[in-house]
């Protein structure tokens, strides 16, 4: 069965770094489209990056580019997002997501942008 696991969140000062994993299993990750999306407390869930599976390309959200980066490794069937100059309003849980007849998600981690 289709599993995406997140890691990699927790509380940063505003302009500090994280990197998310999430590791996918159930599936042929290097076929999928990957892409990360968060969710703020009493927002709509947002789509923030993705990363085709051929030639990975990638889009993201305005309000992330210049400062994300998301990539993968097909050999370790893991996705990753490498945010960068955090703010406060980046303050969300992060989930990875794919479709595979359906949409799967993972189970979130929490990234707290606080001073």
């Known amino acids: 069965q289709v599993q995406l696991v997140e890691s990699g969140g927790g509380l940063v000062q505003p302009g500090g770094s994280l990197r998310l994993s999430c590791a996918a299993s159930?599936?042929?990750?290097?076929?999928?489209?990957m892409s990360w999306y968060r969710q703020a407390p009493g927002k709509e869930r947002e789509l923030v990056a993705a990363?085709?599976?051929?030639?990975?390309?990638?889009t993201y959200a305005d309000s992330v580019k210049g400062r994300f980066t998301i990539s993968r490794d097909n050999a370790k069937n893991t996705l990753y997002l490498q945010m960068n100059n955090l703010k406060p309003e980046d303050t969300a849980v992060y989930y990875c997501k794919t479709i595979r007849l359906r949409a799967y998600w993972g189970q979130g981690t929490q990234v707290t942008v606080s001073s």
């Open positions: 990363i085709g599976s051929v030639g990975g390309s990638t």
């Open positions: 159930g599936f042929t990750f290097s076929n999928a489209v």
